[in-house]
């Protein structure tokens, strides 16, 4: 091989102009993706920091606006045109409640989302004797001894317990009083309401056998329910709030429809909490002037659901059989309904084991029978609501508890006297209630069932407190008219004397007050 072609083997072989031309086009090319991607993001990213930033000055401007000039429509119709329909929305409510803020501020009674002030209620600080007092002589009366701070006593539970739950509500702090339509007030300058807290049903019954009469008999009675109403009446009648306005503003609870019965006649001016009018007069008690109230029921709660698989008994009653007045139904019910298969009727007392008894009765049968008492009225009634029983009333006579809110047609029956004593008829009646209407009518009773639960934070005492607060324009009324009228002796009530409880005693005008 020569030296040339040595040469030109060993020389080496440089790649062709076009490729390496080709190389730098393509590095530059993905230099230049790359950059681009690189700007894109922090583009997106600044966009994103841009919305955010746009949207919290946005929420900032939102929020002073509605604090600081809440009752600025203007300021609230442009917000909702510039930010989404949601957060105007929400904007729409902060204004509503800082309004509501602004108002209870002025009126410290009146907590956000009311729709009104609270009724301001002084509660009477009773001699101990009216209240605890009471307490104590149960206890005596039953074996138990006289003890030092009488307010360590238990209230013993019975039907007519609403005066307990009433008196330890107002006892307690407002901040736990949650929902309560009232506010308990110290000034009685500041009441709206004034509230008598004696325990009118628990004297009635302190003493286990009211005496015959015997001087030996009279001897034994340590207590007596008369002689406590009377001082009472002696004792609120010298009160300076109960004058002003002949008691008009007074709330007194006589739960027990023989509560208060000797001096009746001298508050029936005031607000009555009571169970029912079997044993008022029209010109007494009225469902204008008065709230009815539910006994406090004496069997347990049923907590489960709705659902008729264990309800195998058709209808329930376990009850006193022989009854006075009205209550003498009892007895013929017996008669046509104790030899029905799948109907359990029995005569029963009020101890603890009847108690348990009736409680597994009713949590077990689809219906309960409430015929009428002594009264038109009974505990059987909410007995049975809170047992998801549904009640078979047979009472012509009753009025019930918080008919504003409640429509009890659509958790019970109602029978007339007359079709349920024909034989045959009620039980042909429930047997032809489908399980769809069974269900229906458990649903609904589940549904109110609180409204009857003295112990419910939420319960019975708050409806009972909404009903009397909604007697305080009637009252004013009143008052304000008294203040005017010559009272003038009618033969017949007048509408506004079965309203007001007026006599229709002649009295002249009040003197005109010039100063």
């Given at each position: 091989?020569?030296?040339?072609?040595?040469?030109?083997?060993?020389?080496?072989?440089?790649?062709?102009?076009?490729?390496?031309?080709?190389?730098?086009?393509?590095?530059?090319?993905?230099?230049?993706?790359?950059?681009?991607?690189?700007?894109?993001?922090?583009?997106?990213?600044?966009?994103?920091?841009?919305?955010?930033?746009?949207?919290?000055?946005?929420?900032?401007?939102?929020?002073?606006?509605?604090?600081?000039?809440?009752?600025?429509?203007?300021?609230?119709?442009?917000?909702?045109?510039?930010?989404?329909?949601?957060?105007?929305?929400?904007?729409?409510?902060?204004?509503?409640?800082?309004?509501?803020?602004?108002?209870?501020?002025?009126?410290?009674?009146?907590?956000?989302?009311?729709?009104?002030?609270?009724?301001?209620?002084?509660?009477?600080?009773?001699?101990?004797?009216?209240?605890h007092g009471v307490v104590e002589h149960h206890s005596i009366?039953?074996?138990?001894?006289?003890?030092?701070?009488?307010?360590?006593?238990?209230?013993?539970?019975?039907?007519?317990?609403?005066?307990?739950?009433?008196?330890?509500?107002?006892?307690?702090?407002?901040?736990?009083?949650?929902?309560?339509?009232?506010?308990?007030?110290?000034?009685?300058?500041?009441?709206?309401?004034?509230?008598?807290?004696?325990?009118?049903?628990?004297?009635?019954?302190?003493?286990?056998?009211?005496?015959?009469?015997?001087?030996?008999?009279?001897?034994?009675?340590?207590?007596?329910?008369?002689?406590?109403?009377?001082?009472?009446?002696?004792?609120?009648?010298?009160?300076?709030?109960?004058?002003?306005?002949?008691?008009?503003?007074?709330?007194?609870?006589?739960?027990?429809?023989?509560?208060?019965?000797?001096?009746?006649?001298?508050?029936?001016?005031?607000?009555?909490?009571?169970?029912?009018?079997?044993?008022?007069?029209?010109?007494?008690?009225?469902?204008?002037?008065?709230?009815?109230?539910?006994?406090?029921?004496?069997?347990?709660?049923?907590?489960?659901?709705?659902?008729?698989?264990?309800?195998?008994?058709?209808?329930?009653?376990?009850?006193?059989?022989?009854?006075?007045?009205?209550?003498?139904?009892?007895?013929?019910?017996?008669?046509?309904?104790?030899?029905?298969?799948?109907?359990?009727?029995?005569?029963?007392?009020?101890?603890?084991?009847?108690?348990?008894?009736?409680?597994?009765?009713?949590?077990?049968?689809?219906?309960?029978?409430?015929?009428?008492?002594?009264?038109?009225?009974?505990?059987?009634?909410?007995?049975?609501?809170?047992?998801?029983?549904?009640?078979?009333?047979?009472?012509?006579?009753?009025?019930?508890?918080?008919?504003?809110?409640?429509?009890?047609?659509?958790?019970?029956?109602?029978?007339?006297?007359?079709?349920?004593?024909?034989?045959?008829?009620?039980?042909?009646?429930?047997?032809?209630?489908?399980?769809?209407?069974?269900?229906?009518?458990?649903?609904?009773?589940?549904?109110?069932?609180?409204?009857?639960?003295?112990?419910?934070?939420?319960?019975?005492?708050?409806?009972?407190?909404?009903?009397?607060?909604?007697?305080?324009?009637?009252?004013?009324?009143?008052?304000?008219?008294?203040?005017?009228?010559?009272?003038?002796?009618?033969?017949?009530?007048?509408?506004?004397?079965?309203?007001?409880?007026?006599?229709?005693?002649?009295?002249?005008l009040k003197p005109l007050r010039l100063l």
């Amino acid at each position: 091989m020569s030296e040339r072609s040595k040469a030109k083997r060993s020389k080496p072989i440089s790649p062709p102009p076009h490729s390496s031309t080709a190389f730098l086009t393509q590095a530059h090319t993905l230099t230049l993706t790359q950059n681009l991607v690189f700007t894109m993001a922090r583009k997106s990213l600044l966009l994103k920091q841009t919305l955010a930033t746009i949207l919290i000055i946005l929420i900032v401007y939102a929020l002073i606006s509605t604090f600081l000039s809440p009752a600025n429509s203007s300021s609230s119709s442009k917000l909702e045109a510039t930010l989404p329909f949601s957060f105007a929305n929400s904007a729409a409510a902060i204004n509503e409640f800082s309004r509501e803020l602004e108002l209870s501020r002025d009126n410290p009674e009146k907590l956000p989302g009311e729709s009104a002030p609270r009724v301001k209620i002084y509660l009477y600080d009773l001699p101990r004797r009216f209240t605890h007092g009471v307490v104590e002589h149960h206890s005596i009366a039953r074996g138990g001894r006289p003890v030092d701070d009488v307010t360590l006593l238990k209230y013993p539970g019975h039907q007519h317990m609403g005066e307990w739950y009433l008196f330890s509500d107002l006892m307690r702090p407002d901040s736990e009083r949650i929902g309560s339509p009232v506010v308990r007030v110290l000034d009685p300058d500041e009441a709206d309401l004034f509230y008598v807290s004696f325990f009118s049903s628990l004297s009635l019954i302190v003493n286990p056998i009211r005496a015959s009469g015997s001087s030996q008999d009279q001897g034994q009675v340590l207590y007596s329910d008369e002689e406590t109403q009377e001082a009472l009446l002696e004792w609120l009648e010298e009160q300076e709030y109960w004058k002003r306005n002949n008691g008009r503003d007074h709330v007194i609870i006589a739960q027990d429809p023989n509560a208060l019965y000797k001096v009746i006649d001298r508050i029936k001016n005031s607000i009555l909490l009571v169970s029912d009018f079997g044993r008022l007069r029209p010109d007494q008690a009225s469902l204008v002037k008065d709230v009815i109230l539910p006994y406090s029921h004496r069997i347990n709660t049923f907590n489960g659901d709705v659902g008729v698989g264990n309800r195998k008994t058709l209808l329930f009653f376990m009850g006193a059989r022989y009854r006075k007045e009205g209550g003498k139904i009892r007895d013929l019910l017996f008669q046509v309904l104790e030899k029905e298969g799948d109907v359990i009727i029995r005569h029963g007392t009020q101890s603890r084991e009847n108690r348990r008894a009736a409680s597994q009765g009713m949590h077990t049968s689809k219906f309960c029978l409430n015929p009428a008492g002594d009264t038109p009225s009974a505990c059987r009634l909410f007995d049975s609501i809170v047992s998801l029983c549904i009640p078979v009333i047979i009472s012509d006579s009753i009025v019930l508890p918080f008919e504003d809110v409640i429509d009890y047609t659509k958790i019970g029956i109602f029978v007339d006297s007359t079709s349920a004593l024909k034989p045959g008829f009620l039980v042909s009646m429930l047997r032809a209630v489908t399980t769809k209407r069974l269900l229906q009518f458990q649903k609904e009773l589940k549904e109110i069932k609180h409204y009857f639960q003295y112990e419910e934070q939420n319960g019975t005492v708050n409806e009972i407190w909404h009903q009397v607060s909604q007697k305080l324009p009637l009252v004013k009324l009143m008052i304000n008219r008294e203040k005017r009228l010559v009272k003038r002796e009618l033969t017949e009530p007048e509408c506004s004397c079965l309203c007001s409880n007026e006599s229709g005693v002649v009295t002249t005008l009040k003197p005109l007050r010039l100063l």
